[in-house]
């Protein structure tokens, strides 16, 4: 495969040496910025390009050993050929595919999940049937998809590997979505460069754990980008070690070109070609799988929201849009995942342990922490301190924000505390953060249109004045709570904490708790709420102001 650039009588890198189990401590002043040391060679021959090919062969060899690999490489050599054919006809594909019966049912029950939705009562049978309905590249497509994530789950001999395979598939679906949506040529490229990204690692972590290990550990405690450490370490970054398996594997050179990371990010984003833009799609939806699910929402919404500001110049994405891409490509991995029988527990694609997790940790904080109702009080005021101080530094809003939620949620009684935003675009006030009960039901039903009406919600927000309301039975207020919340089936007791920054309506505290605990209400409690709101408005401002400094 790669004997083209093999050195004339060299025995190439073998795999022990890439091991590297003695690998001294590297020096504090080590420059991974500039190239390893190499051995001064004639300048005809090309030492960069035979080391390459060395590694390659040896990782090549490596990965043979085991028998399904074999009929990995050949299916996917003759399902990368079929596809190359301009003309190629519905029975040509769906004979590479069903030389592999076992594929053929996968794929078939893909077609038939709810992902697809569900074409008629006896489902779909075949996989001619399936190119009519569907068409003829969404079932050569997911024939190819199925078939590299069954090879990464293959060779998933660790936790982190069978995590790169699952992301392997969710950055494909993103990507797709993304050149779907935007309407970028060769939309199954887009797909098919999102799941290769990180194959380079993949191989390296099949083949020589400890050596991925090693390089990872380094990248990690000095900062370095991971592509210099390999390349100092091994001679060969992850992405060239991608892309010569990739070529060797028959996918075309467009493909195989953008197996690297997007760095151009000062290009003008009306310079980027269709090659880079491939890889900065295939860049953002990497970062995006990244995201853990089994952190809290307020962590993952401030991972979005750097993301997007990184991307905003060249993809048109915003933090919501990225939200419902990412909400969307899970449910999509949740559902492959079930038809092919891959367990999503404990990984970081895991929705429900996030929630529960998350719901644990607080529950027991509250139930466990405090002593006293004087030790609660304490801390509230410690964190309000560190909030002020926070406030005359220089902050970020976002950790701020975090830290403001996290001390309502923490330091309270509420059952539920919830963050939101006006969308302008859309003229609602929609959820950004929740923490607490039914956190995914909560952020999907709760949004109302902002309007100059006389109902609870608007009326705050147009009065500027925080609503406390006990029951929502009472009825001195009952006929100003809005329908909405009532067929939303929530609270009966809540409080609204409008935040109006220049008279102009920007977000909504919502706060609730069960009715039984509403003698827990106190003055004292009700002048803590104020302050935090004070400080959230203030935190706004600052923000604002530091922004128009800038950009001034």
């Known amino acids: 495969m790669y004997n083209n650039l093999k050195a004339e009588g060299g025995s190439g890198i073998e795999l022990d040496l890439l091991e590297l189990p003695d690998l001294p401590e590297l020096d504090d002043d080590e420059d991974f910025s500039k190239p390893a040391a190499?051995?001064?060679?004639?300048p005809e021959d090309n030492y960069e390009q035979v080391r390459l090919s060395n590694i390659l062969e040896d990782l090549d060899k490596k990965m043979k050993s085991g028998r399904f690999l074999h009929t990995f490489t050949a299916q996917i050599e003759e399902i990368n050929r079929v596809i190359k054919m301009k003309y190629a006809s519905t029975r040509d594909i769906a004979s590479v595919i069903l030389k592999d019966v076992a594929l053929a049912s996968r794929?078939?029950?893909?077609?038939?999940?709810?992902?697809?939705?569900?074409?008629?009562?006896?489902?779909?049978?075949?996989?001619?049937?399936?190119?009519?309905?569907l068409g003829t590249e969404e079932v050569q497509q997911a024939a190819a998809t199925l078939l590299l994530f069954e090879f990464m789950r293959?060779?998933?001999?660790?936790?982190?590997?069978?995590?790169?395979?699952?992301?392997?598939?969710?950055?494909?679906?993103?990507?797709?979505?993304?050149?779907?949506?935007?309407?970028?040529?060769?939309?199954?490229?887009?797909?098919?460069?999102?799941m290769l990204y990180d194959i380079g690692e993949q191989i390296m972590l099949f083949c020589d754990p400890e050596a991925y290990q090693r390089i990872r550990k380094i990248s990690e405690t000095k900062?370095?980008?991971?592509?210099?450490?390999?390349?100092?370490?091994?001679?060969?970054?992850f992405?060239?070690?991608?892309?010569?398996?990739?070529?060797?594997?028959?996918?075309?050179?467009?493909?195989?070109?953008?197996?690297?990371?997007?760095?151009?990010?000062?290009?003008?984003?009306?310079?980027?070609?269709?090659?880079?833009?491939?890889?900065?799609?295939?860049?953002?939806?990497?970062?995006?799988?990244?995201?853990?699910?089994?952190?809290?929402?307020?962590?993952?919404?401030?991972?979005?929201e750097d993301i997007v500001r990184r991307y905003s110049n060249f993809l048109n994405i915003g933090i919501s849009g990225a939200d419902e891409l990412l909400n969307s490509s899970i449910k999509k991995v949740e559902n492959h995942a079930k038809v092919l029988r891959v367990n999503l527990r404990n990984s970081r694609f895991d929705r429900n342990q996030d929630v529960s997790v998350a719901s644990a940790t607080f529950d027991q904080s509250q139930q466990t922490t405090w002593q006293s109702?004087?030790?609660?009080?304490?801390?509230?005021?410690?964190?309000?301190?560190?909030?002020?101080?926070?406030?005359?530094?220089?902050?970020?809003?976002?950790?701020?924000?975090?830290?403001?939620?996290?001390?309502?949620?923490?330091?309270?009684f509420f059952s539920r505390i919830s963050i939101c935003v006006m969308n302008k675009s859309k003229g609602i006030m929609?959820?950004?953060?929740?923490?607490?009960?039914?956190?995914?039901?909560?952020?999907?039903?709760?949004?109302?249109?902002?309007?100059?009406?006389?109902?609870?919600?608007?009326?705050?927000?147009?009065?500027?004045?925080?609503?406390?309301?006990?029951?929502?039975?009472?009825?001195?207020?009952?006929?100003?709570?809005?329908?909405?919340?009532?067929?939303?089936?929530?609270?009966n007791s809540f409080a609204l904490y409008p935040v109006v920054v220049e008279q102009k309506k920007v977000g909504l505290i919502y706060v609730d708790w069960d009715k039984s605990q509403t003698h827990l209400f106190t003055d004292q409690i009700k002048y803590l709420m104020q302050r935090l709101k004070s400080l959230t408005v203030t935190a706004i401002k600052k923000s604002r102001q530091a922004s128009k400094t800038e950009t001034g």
């Not at 794929?107 to 309905?133: D, H, K, P």
Request: glycine share 6%; with cysteine; aromatic share 10%.
């Open 38 to 42: 190499v051995q001064i060679i004639a």
């Open 107 to 133: 794929v078939l029950s893909i077609v038939n999940s709810c992902y697809y939705g569900q074409f008629s009562q006896r489902g779909v049978t075949s996989i001619s049937e399936a190119m009519v309905i």
């Open 154 to 194: 293959d060779i998933s001999k660790s936790e982190l590997l069978k995590e790169k395979s699952l992301a392997s598939l969710m950055r494909g679906m993103m990507a797709k979505e993304i050149a779907q949506g935007s309407k970028y040529k060769e939309v199954d490229e887009f797909q098919l460069v999102a």
């Open 223 to 237: 900062g370095v980008d991971r592509e210099l450490v390999a390349k100092k370490l091994i001679g060969a970054s």
């Open 239 to 304: 992405s060239q070690i991608g892309q010569g398996i990739v070529s060797g594997w028959g996918f075309p050179k467009s493909v195989v070109d953008c197996i690297k990371p997007f760095k151009e990010f000062a290009t003008d984003p009306k310079m980027l070609t269709l090659q880079n833009l491939k890889r900065l799609v295939a860049s953002f939806t990497d970062e995006m799988c990244n995201i853990d699910w089994r952190k809290s929402e307020i962590v993952r919404q401030q991972q979005i």
């Open 373 to 412: 109702l004087e030790d609660r009080l304490l801390w509230i005021e410690n964190q309000i301190e560190k909030i002020e101080e926070a406030l005359v530094s220089n902050f970020k809003l976002s950790e701020l924000l975090h830290l403001i939620v996290t001390t309502i949620y923490k330091g309270f």
């Open 430 to 491: 929609a959820v950004r953060f929740v923490l607490g009960k039914e956190p995914e039901r909560f952020s999907k039903d709760f949004q109302f249109v902002v309007s100059d009406g006389d109902d609870t919600f608007n009326k705050s927000l147009t009065t500027g004045l925080d609503i406390i309301v006990e029951d929502v039975s009472d009825k001195s207020f009952n006929s100003r709570i809005p329908d909405w919340y009532i067929k939303g089936d929530f609270a």
